[in-house]
């Protein structure tokens, strides 16, 4: 059960998991047996959340209540399973797995707003596509391409955080577009840390580099 507010539920909710407004605990109807198992999920420090409506269920006469310690990803990397939306990209599940969204910044931009510019500092930020469609916009000899249109679950800006370079391309919403922000310290620790996501960042990385490779052959920029 995903402990998350009305107001969050629908925007954030990539896995169908059940999910409880805290707020609620003590009067929300919940469509579960007394004897059924319910195990809370909520990315507040510690499980707090967690262990507080587990005492008001228990409380409500809920006879089996757990605490999913160390939330989603923790669930995740024990291999057990959560059903996802069939429609986000690998890379974009694994990263969904490993973020806590209720604590993750979110930046909202229109359409044709820049998001960033080609050779722009990073200023050690990269994103998830949380919604919307961005386009991937590259220079060729004084001309500007786009190289690619990545929709929801996919990184952006990436790049320039594992070059610790400038941005090597510009990205422009193409619609109603939500990021979810992610630092460069925390990326750093996925990679590190949960290796079936870098595997995926390596394949996509893989992926741009041939894209790239090909828009340049198709332009007659290869030297």
């Known amino acids: 059960m995903d402990l998350i507010r009305k107001a969050t539920f629908a925007a954030a909710h990539h896995y169908?998991?059940?999910?409880?407004?805290?707020?609620?605990?003590?009067?929300?109807?919940?469509?579960?047996?007394?004897?059924?198992?319910?195990?809370?999920?909520?990315?507040?420090?510690?499980?707090q959340q967690s262990a507080r409506v587990a005492h008001v269920l228990?409380?409500?006469?809920?006879?089996?209540?757990?605490?999913?310690?160390?939330?989603?990803?923790?669930?995740?990397?024990?291999?057990?399973?959560?059903?996802?939306?069939?429609?986000?990209?690998?890379?974009?599940?694994?990263?969904?797995?490993?973020?806590?969204?209720?604590?993750?910044e979110r930046r909202r931009f229109r359409p044709g707003e820049v998001i960033f510019k080609e050779g722009d500092d990073p200023q050690g930020e990269a994103y998830v596509i949380?919604?919307?469609?961005?386009?991937?916009r590259?220079?060729?000899?004084?001309?500007?391409?786009?190289l690619n249109r990545n929709g929801e679950g996919q990184p952006l800006g990436e790049i320039?955080?594992?070059?610790?370079?400038?941005?090597?391309?510009?990205?422009?919403?193409?619609?109603?577009?939500?990021?979810?922000?992610?630092?460069?310290?925390?990326?750093?620790w996925l990679v590190l840390n949960r290796p079936k996501l870098a595997l995926e960042l390596l394949r996509r990385l893989a992926n741009l580099v041939v894209a790239t490779d090909q828009e340049r052959a198709h332009t007659g920029g290869v030297r």
């Open 16 to 47: 169908r998991l059940p999910g409880l407004d805290p707020e609620e605990a003590e009067r929300a109807p919940i469509n579960f047996e007394p004897q059924q198992m319910i195990i809370t999920y909520c990315t507040s420090p510690e499980e």
């Open 58 to 104: 228990r409380q409500r006469g809920f006879k089996t209540v757990r605490i999913l310690k160390g939330g989603l990803g923790g669930w995740t990397n024990a291999r057990l399973p959560v059903e996802a939306k069939s429609a986000l990209p690998s890379v974009g599940l694994e990263l969904y797995k490993n973020l806590s969204l209720g604590d993750i």
């Open 130 to 136: 949380h919604s919307g469609t961005v386009e991937i």
């Open 138 to 146: 590259r220079n060729f000899d004084g001309e500007e391409r786009v």
């Open 160 to 188: 320039g955080l594992f070059r610790k370079g400038a941005r090597s391309a510009s990205a422009v919403a193409a619609d109603d577009v939500e990021l979810l922000v992610l630092k460069d310290e925390r990326l750093e």
